[in-house]
T-cell receptor
Framework: GAVVSQHPSWVICKSGTSVKIECRSL??????MFWYRQFPKQSLMLMAT?????????EQGVEKDKFLINHASLTLSTLTVTSAHPEDSSFYIC????????????FGPGTRLTVL | TQLLEQSPQFLSIQEGENLTVYCNSS?????LQWYRQEPGEGPVLLVT?????EVKKLKRLTFQFGDARKDSSLHITAAQPGDTGLYLC??????????????FGKGTKLSVKP
């Protein structure tokens, strides 16, 4: 199988604090991981592409200083939401691309972030 | 720009009925994937199609990739309440600026009533 875990599954924080979300590929090495954001009743919106050992590539309109991404190893990428505000409340989902398999992406279970 | 048009957006049917979900684009995809997502969870990969005209079956689900690799369909036979969820198509664009990224359709929210 291709299992991707995400931690935490939900988090509630105060406005102004920073929150770190971890994404791990458990049974394969992923040189590329992706971070998505999903609003209620909507599809996934790609925020950034995370490459192991290099800087992340952010989609247009996504603030790189707001959403810090680190891809420290072939199995771990982290997303840090800095100085979170209520408008950052959302469902954040990561995925990991399994190499040599038609570029299939396998998704984590998501993290529900609520900023008070 | 929405490269992948998915329809219908919402579908509410009775148990036992058949249904088809469509994904269409003017772009050519090197592969196309179908996912199912339940509320509060991440999408789960159902199938990947890569060859034009390819048909894949997964129990009561039939997936088809268009000959030109620009469109795909998902057909569910004799739907059951357990099929309820959000179905997403997503393709890897073969050419152009978005090459290599997974492009998602807007999703089809399916509700199957007993």
């Amino acid at each position: 199988g291709a299992v991707v875990s995400q931690h935490p599954s939900w988090v509630i924080c105060k406005s102004g604090t920073s929150v770190k979300i971890e994404c791990r590929s458990l049974d394969f090495q992923a040189t590329t991981m992706f971070w998505y954001r999903q609003f209620p009743k909507q599809s996934l919106m790609l925020m950034a592409t995370s490459n192991e050992g290099s800087k992340a590539t952010y989609e247009q309109g996504v603030e790189k200083d707001k959403f810090l991404i680190n891809h420290a190893s072939l199995t771990l990428s982290t997303l840090t939401v800095t100085s979170a505000h209520p408008e950052d409340s959302s469902f954040y989902i990561c995925s990991a691309r399994r190499p040599y398999a038609y570029n299939e992406q396998f998704f984590g279970p998501g993290t529900r972030l609520t900023v008070l | 720009t929405q490269l992948l048009e998915q329809s219908p957006q919402f579908l509410s049917i009775q148990e036992g009925e058949n249904l088809t979900v469509y994904c269409n684009s003017s772009s050519v995809f090197s592969s196309l994937q179908w996912y199912r997502q339940e509320p509060g969870e991440g999408p789960v990969l159902l199938v990947t199609v890569v060859t034009g005209g390819e048909v894949k079956k997964l129990k009561r689900l039939t997936f088809q990739f268009g000959d030109a690799r620009k469109d795909s369909s998902l057909h569910i036979t004799a739907a059951q309440p357990g099929d309820t969820g959000l179905y997403l198509c997503a393709g890897i664009v073969r050419y152009g600026g978005s090459q290599g990224n997974l492009i998602f359709g807007k999703g089809t929210k399916l509700s199957v009533k007993p």
